[in-house]
């Protein structure tokens, strides 16, 4: 890297925690962030830089957390369907058969993007231990939000989401809408009476690979843009804040609220049960 590249990148990261100090990004904030780095336009130094300035803007007692989903080790998932598409038996049993089993250190969350990538391999990360819904982080909290990550329970009760509802987080929605609003998902749980169903994925038990099938609610991200919509008419002042980093419509939405008024709308416009 030459003096100008060095130059770029320290420009870059300082523009993007104005950026998210001015969106109102403060210290000490636990962020779950989603983010579409394309959608930020060019930053010198990629995801490596914006994972800086976040860190920059929630400084030394702050946290950063990211999904680190792994769809690519599930033969239930939207993924694995796609993948198999047109294939013969012989080439399903292939795949399936080379499907690694998740491993929290070393598996990695290719379909979450560069950032989510970034925070999982970073110095001193932790990943939480669910084989499909892993989240990782990094600052003080870390290992507070992601403990108990119960195998059977996604996005419930028993997962980092109701521990970052529990810190009264904000969601930082970097260049996403709402229909990736992975809090939402907590709304589903304390819906009276979830719709639920069977998941399959591949794990390691005292390091022998084999195939484990759980029960869980039925996660549904389908209406989350029109439920996201709604909030944000009905937010009160500070709920949601909106603006720009870089090239992208961002916001920076309190989870709590987002999650309560998700839980009572999913409540009136799915047919519990159902």
């Known amino acids: 890297m030459n003096d100008a590249d060095v130059t770029d990148v320290t420009d870059g990261g300082a523009r993007t925690t104005a ?51 792994t769809p690519e080790n599930s033969d239930t998932s939207p993924h694995y369907r ?56 990094l600052g003080p909290v870390a290992a507070r939000l992601l403990a108990g990550h119960r195998a059977d329970c996604h996005l419930g009760e028993d997962s980092p989401l109701a521990r970052l509802y529990e810190e ?36 390691a038990s005292r390091g022998v690979r084999r195939w ?10 389908g209406d989350f843009a029109a439920l996201g919509a709604a909030f944000e008419e009905a937010a009160a002042e500070g709920d949601v804040r909106a603006g720009r980093v870089g090239a992208a419509e961002c916001r920076l939405v309190r989870l709590r609220p987002a999650v309560d008024f998700a839980t009572a709308w999913l409540t009136e416009h799915r047919t519990a049960g159902s």
């Open 19 to 69: 950026a998210l100090t001015a969106l109102g990004v403060r210290p000490g904030d636990v962020l779950l962030v989603h983010a579409s780095l394309r959608s930020l336009g060019p930053v010198a130094g990629g995801a490596r830089v914006v994972l800086g300035a976040l860190r920059r803007a929630v400084g030394p007692s702050g946290t950063v957390v990211v999904p680190a989903f």
């Open 82 to 137: 796609e993948r198999v598409r047109g294939l013969d038996a012989g080439a399903v049993d292939a795949v399936r058969a080379a499907m690694p089993a998740y491993d929290p250190a070393l598996t990695p969350a290719p379909s979450m993007g560069a950032l989510a990538e970034t925070v999982r391999t970073a110095a001193g990360a932790g990943r939480s231990a669910h084989p499909q819904t892993s989240f990782a982080a």
């Open 168 to 203: 009264d987080a904000r969601i930082l929605l970097l260049g996403t809408g709402y229909a990736t609003c992975t809090a939402f998902h907590l709304g589903e749980y304390r819906m009276p009476g979830p719709p639920r169903r069977s998941y399959r994925c591949v794990v």
């Open 212 to 221: 484990w099938e759980y029960e869980d609610v039925a996660l549904d991200d």
